[in-house]
């Protein structure tokens, strides 16, 4: 009896989002419509109905801090979107997370590593 063998391939291309051994932890939770985010992004948690979006510096329903950083790419565009993956814990390269309006690095470091994400910098072979 012959066996049909079927071979695969595809290309692994790294974001290098992830810079370090530090164990990850992930958080599931609804993104707001309207986002459109891909991953790296820096999210807040809005307080009242807990749902994550972009963190801006001037928003003021709770998600102006940092949260977590969005895992994958996720289109919210039209509806809220569950089951969305955040980091809440490890160690991630400052140089490919993604900022909302008004943030910088200064402003989101404290934050998130108050919130177990440690952003670190490029560091030369």
């Known amino acids: 009896m012959a066996q049909s063998v079927f071979q695969t391939s595809e290309a692994y291309e ?14 599931n939770g609804v993104l707001i419509a309207g986002q459109n985010l891909k991953r790296g992004a820096v999210v807040g948690r809005i307080t009242a109905s807990g749902k994550v979006t972009l963190s801006a510096s001037a928003s003021s329903d709770g ?10 790419d996720y289109d919210a565009s039209a509806v809220d979107l569950g089951n969305v ?17 008004g943030h910088n690095l200064a402003s989101v470091r404290d934050p998130l590593r108050d919130a177990g994400i440690v952003l670190k910098g ?4």
């Open 14 to 27: 790294p974001d290098k989002l992830i810079a370090g051994l530090t164990q990850i932890a992930t958080w």
């Open 85 to 101: 993956g955040v980091y809440v814990k490890g160690e991630f390269n400052e140089n490919a997370v993604i900022l909302g309006a």
């Open 122 to 125: 490029s560091i030369a072979a």
């Open 63 to 72: 998600s102006q801090v940092p949260f977590g950083i969005i895992a994958d």
